[in-house]
């Protein structure tokens, strides 16, 4: 196969196809016209470095340069334990797989009047902030002017967003008020900490860039949350579009991420290739437990950082998400108070509400076992290695790869 300038141009770019990059790859071990090609595709983009401004290296691309160099985090050794490996002998998948949107609720069996018309509210403005901050916006640019008058044009009379002041009335055992929860305990903490990043003039473009994946990361978890929230865009949802683990790692990695507490880093560990849902309303329930795990460790984290894996090849035919963070004993023995059920004056209400979210969603995705197996087999739990808490939860592999695959290329809501 012969090669043009420009595909050589696109493989250093990283834009090039992965069927035509492997296609390359092959040829630049055994044709010299193609590594030819490379070469110059080398010195052209060395050439253009030259003639660009200099310009002072931002703390966000530092941290980002610095973490890629730096040694990577290693589970191993707890992959090793006990508790995963009985995990491995116990784990199976079933014969149906489960698509999500397994406990959505109508906004009509909202018991509590004001939030019944808040909610509405609070995801048409999410709408209007989507396209503030999406990649076509002068936000993403570094311009925030316009962002920055909607935010104290809608935050004149109140918050911008109606979050409940408290959360020990969200209970999970009422489905819709579950919803609830798991509409404002996942990614709304986080977007509402860049959202105030953004009004007191002390943000960057990587902040603009986190705020955008976690405004399109809310959008679909409400959809998913409440079906006649936007049944035109939920219908989209819910066609067959394989969401691959890259899509995860590519919003997480070297983020902050903050949960009622200092915003702390995340550190990305690996991200199997290959899709982890197969469509946007079961990605968006995936999703929303990885902000639950987040949000219990961020918190409790001594030095301001969490680490983030998904992992394939552990799991017979299933997939198992990390959360791991150095943490103090004490901050340990609260979560696994929060899994054992066990009430704490030290745990916040809200924090047993994230667990219970996580449970109950692992518990639909095996729905051929029962829920105490699910538990009791460690389909999801937490284990003390060192001075590190580790935290996951496991989820059907897709077996099969049929289907489209989204792309964060131009994401949608």
């Not at 199997?272 to 918190?299: H, I, K, M, Q, W």
């Not at 299933?318 to 340990?332: I, N, P, Q, Y």
Request: aromatic content about 10%; overall charge negative.
């Amino acid at each position: 196969m012969q090669f043009s300038e420009q595909t050589a141009l696109d493989y250093l770019l990283g834009v090039l196809p992965r069927d035509d990059s492997n296609a390359f790859e092959e040829s630049l071990e055994t044709d010299s016209n193609t590594l030819q090609l490379y070469l110059q595709a080398q010195d052209d983009c060395a050439n253009i470095s030259l003639s660009a401004i200099p310009q002072k290296t931002s703390s966000d691309l530092r941290s980002r340069i610095l973490q890629v160099s730096s040694q990577p985090f290693e589970l191993t050794s707890l992959f090793d334990t006990s508790i995963i490996t009985n995990l491995c002998d116990a784990y199976s998948s079933g014969s149906t797989r489960y698509i999500g949107g397994g406990v959505s609720s109508s906004i009509k069996d909202v018991s509590d009047s004001y939030r019944r018309d808040t909610l509405p509210a609070d995801y048409q403005n999410l709408l209007q902030l989507f396209n503030l901050v999406s990649g076509t916006s002068s936000a993403s640019m570094g311009i925030n002017d316009e962002l920055e008058d909607w935010i104290r044009s809608n935050s004149s009379s109140g918050p911008v967003f109606n979050t409940p002041s408290q959360t020990s009335d969200l209970s999970v055992d009422n489905p819709s008020l579950q919803s609830i929860s798991r509409t404002y305990l996942s990614a709304f903490p986080s977007l509402y900490y860049f959202l105030e990043k953004v009004s007191s003039k002390n943000s960057t473009v990587a902040d603009v860039r986190r705020l955008f994946y976690l405004c399109r990361d809310q959008l679909k978890i409400m959809r998913a949350s409440f079906r006649d929230l936007d049944r035109d865009r939920l219908v989209e949802d819910e066609k067959l579009m394989l969401h691959g683990a890259g899509l995860l790692r590519s919003k997480w990695w070297g983020a902050n991420h903050t949960f009622f507490s200092p915003a702390n880093r995340v550190m990305c560990g690996n991200f199997f290739d290959g899709p982890v849902t197969e469509r946007c309303v079961e990605f968006a329930e995936y999703d929303s437990n990885l902000y639950c795990l987040a949000n219990l460790l961020s918190p409790r984290s001594v030095d301001s950082q969490f680490h983030i894996e998904t992992v394939k090849d552990i799991l017979p035919d299933g997939v198992l998400a990390v959360c791991s963070a150095k943490t103090t004993s004490s901050a340990h023995d609260d979560i696994s108070d929060i899994i054992d059920g066990r009430p704490s004056p030290n745990v916040p209400s809200r924090d047993a509400h994230l667990w219970n979210l996580v449970s109950q969603s692992v518990q639909r995705a095996h729905q051929h076992i029962s829920g105490d197996d699910v538990k009791s087999q460690k389909f999801l739990g937490c284990y003390r290695q060192d001075s590190f808490t580790h935290v996951w939860f496991s989820w059907p592999a897709i077996l099969s790869q049929d289907g489209a695959d989204a792309s964060t290329g131009k994401p949608s809501l």
